[in-house]
C-alpha cells in the first residue's frame, strides 16, 4: 500500500515538472539566441523594436529594480494596461523565478499573441538593473 501511494504521489510529481516546459514561440530560433543573460542584453543592446521585454512581477517589484527597457504588466494581464504590446511584436517575459512568466505566456497566447517566449526569472540576471520612481 504504501508503494502504491508513493508510485501514485512520484508520477503526479513529475507530470507537474514536465507541464511546466519554458514556452518558447519566436521564429528561426531565436528563443536560443536571447536565452541567456548574454543574449538579452544583446538584444537590449540592439534596441530592436520587435522585442518587447516584459517583467510580469508586481508594480512595486519592478519599481525597485528591472532589466533594462522592461516594461511592466503585473501578471501579464494585457487587459489590465493602458497600452498594451502590439501582437506583432517579439514578447520576452519574466518574473523572479520564472513560474509566473510561464503562466502569464500561456495566458498571452491565448489573448492572440503569437510571439512569446518566458525568459525566466530577475534572479538570473547578473547585470545592472534599472530602477523606476
Same mark, same amino acid.
Given at each position: ?74 501578471? @501579464?494581464?494585457?487587459?489590465?494596461? *493602458? ?21 502569464? @505566456? ?5 489573448? @492572440?499573441? *503569437?510571439?512569446?517566449?518566458?525568459? @525566466? ?6 547585470? *545592472? ?5
Amino acid at each position: 500500500m504504501k508503494k502504491i501511494l508513493f508510485l501514485i504521489i512520484f508520477s503526479l510529481f513529475v507530470v507537474n515538472i514536465s507541464s511546466c516546459g519554458q514556452t518558447d514561440t519566436l521564429p528561426n530560433d531565436i528563443g536560443k539566441k536571447v536565452s541567456s543573460p548574454k543574449g538579452l542584453k544583446k538584444v537590449i543592446d540592439s534596441q530592436d523594436s520587435k522585442f518587447v521585454i516584459v517583467d510580469v512581477r508586481s508594480a512595486s517589484e519592478y519599481y525597485n529594480g528591472h532589466i533594462p527597457t522592461a516594461i511592466n504588466i503585473p501578471g @501579464g494581464l494585457i487587459s489590465d494596461t *493602458k497600452n498594451p504590446p502590439s501582437k506583432d511584436k517579439y514578447i520576452i517575459l519574466y518574473c523572479n523565478v520564472g513560474y509566473m512568466a510561464e503562466e502569464a @505566456g500561456e495566458g498571452m497566447l491565448a489573448n @492572440g499573441y *503569437k510571439h512569446i517566449f518566458v525568459w @525566466g526569472g530577475i534572479t538570473d540576471w547578473p547585470y *545592472k538593473l534599472e530602477t523606476s520612481k
